[in-house]
């Protein structure tokens, strides 16, 4: 496993879970909910940015590696489910939000390795409906994460409620997009 600095970052993007979920578990004496959201919102701003830093220095230094492109989209999945399940658990994002996300990454993830199984990996691999999906949710999740007025009128519980439709939809349909290129090779492959 080689460790060089875009993988030190997406382990750092990985390590920032627990902290974000403990952020929302604190005693109460600890922190005011708006410090809790505060700092929620910064750890997964750090994580989002660390995302796209890390794709960065890798290309950038000549350290891309098959290991780091295996742990950076699980550690998006993670961050992005993990912070749906504290959202949900605050009731600041719909069940069918949670479902629609966490199930669309498990549905891929899987068809993914059959393919790779099969030998027709290439055939999902990440597209640009992917990259929109993971762009979406890692803008309307700080704004549920803040849940608060910002610069005095911008309502983020109402802009993340929105952004996380949005993200919903692309999610879908980037599962319907992924889908669609794999089943004529499944059929073949199968037969």
Not at 107 to 122: F, Q
Not at 126 to 132: F, N, Q, S, Y
């Amino acid at each position: 496993m080689p460790f060089n600095l875009p993988i030190a970052l997406t382990w750092l993007r990985v390590a920032a879970i627990p902290l974000l979920v403990a952020v929302f578990y604190l005693p109460t004496n600890w922190l005011s909910p708006a410090e809790q959201n505060l700092i929620a919102t910064l750890i997964f701003i750090s994580a989002a940015v660390t995302d796209w830093l890390d794709g960065f220095l890798a290309r950038r230094m000549k350290q891309e590696s098959a290991f780091g492109q295996f742990l950076d989209p699980v550690a998006d999945k993670l961050i992005v489910a993990a912070s749906l399940l504290v959202l949900l658990n605050l009731d600041r994002v719909q069940v069918w939000v949670a479902l629609v996300i966490i199930g669309r990454e498990i549905t891929i993830s899987a068809l993914r390795e059959w393919m790779a199984l099969l030998g027709a990996g290439k055939s999902v691999a990440v597209h640009m409906v992917g990259k929109l999906k993971t762009t979406a949710q890692l803008i309307a999740i700080p704004f549920l994460l803040f849940n608060d007025t910002l610069f005095g009128w911008l309502d983020c519980a109402r802009v993340g409620t929105w952004l996380i439709w949005v993200a919903s939809f692309l999610t879908l349909w980037s599962m319907f997009y992924y889908l669609k290129k794999a089943l004529p090779q499944l059929a073949e492959k199968t037969e």
